[in-house]
T-cell receptor, first 113, second 113 residues
Framework: DVKVTQSSRYLVKRTGEKVFLECVQD?????MFWYRQDPGLGLRLIYF???????EKGDIPEGYSVSREKKERFSLILESASTNQTSMYLC????????????FGEGSRLTVL | QQQVKQSPQSLIVQKGGISIINCAYE??????FPWYQQFPGKGPALLIAIRPDVSEKKEGRFTISFNKSAKQFSLHIMDSQPGDSATYFCAASGATGGFKTIFGAGTRLFVKA
């Protein structure tokens, strides 16, 4: 069964802390994505990567960075968490050339106090 | 413009009824229009998708209707069941968007038994 696994389902952090969200996919997909999901706003793209060590900004990259050192792993980093980053974070992957066919993980719900 | 507008925000349907969710897009360069289904506590999962060279696609009880001239597409769920209760997202992607998939805000569907 193909899978996108997000390491933490629930996190509670304090303002100013550094936060790492990890995502691993076992489908050998070239593309990986980080989305943020908020009620009434749908899914908004934070960053994506189409190859190892490559990254591109999405629609809301401010306050976030990413790392892709291996094909199967894509990390989202919040350098200094703020309360407005409280949200559900979704990682997804897709095959090269099939960017609309996304496979999502189950999400990481982050609360920043 | 990269927006995808989705309506309604929420929908209550009787068991056995037809659920209809509508979406509109602006960028004519989009060439792939997927619908995702999300159950509570899970990530979105691809449900059905259409390309603009066809006006309708049906998979079981789920049908996408596509109107290229109006830049609109809709999801119809026939014989709606309580198990269909979920949040539905329309989306659009294409060459102009690069590797991006743009999502609508989502529709929460509740099917009453």
């Amino acid at each position: 069964d193909v899978k996108v696994t997000q390491s933490s389902r629930y996190l509670v952090k304090r303002t100013g802390e550094k936060v790492f969200l990890e995502c691993v996919q076992d489908m050998d997909h070239e593309n990986m994505f980080w989305y943020r999901q908020d009620p009434g706003l749908g899914l908004r793209l934070i960053y994506f990567s189409y190859d190892v060590k490559m990254k591109e900004k999405g629609d809301i990259p401010e306050g976030y960075s990413v790392s892709r050192e291996k094909k199967e792993r894509f990390s989202l980093i919040l350098e200094s968490a703020s309360t407005n980053q409280t949200s559900m974070y979704l990682c997804a992957s897709s095959r090269q050339g099939y960017t609309g066919e996304l496979f999502f993980g189950e999400g990481s719900r982050l609360t920043v106090l | 413009q990269q927006q995808v507008k989705q309506s309604p925000q929420s929908l209550i349907v009787q068991k056995g009824g037809i659920s209809i969710i509508n979406c509109a897009y602006e960028n004519t360069a989009f060439d792939y229009f997927p619908w995702y289904q999300q159950f509570p506590g899970k990530g979105p999962a691809l449900l059905i998708a259409i390309r603009p060279d066809v006006s309708e696609k049906k998979e079981g009880r789920f049908t996408i209707s596509f109107n290229k001239s109006a830049k609109q597409f809709s999801l119809h769920i026939m014989d709606s069941q309580p198990g269909d209760s979920a949040t539905y997202f329309c989306a659009a992607s294409g060459a102009t968007g690069g590797f991006k998939t743009i999502f609508g805000a989502g529709t929460r569907l509740f099917v009453k038994a």
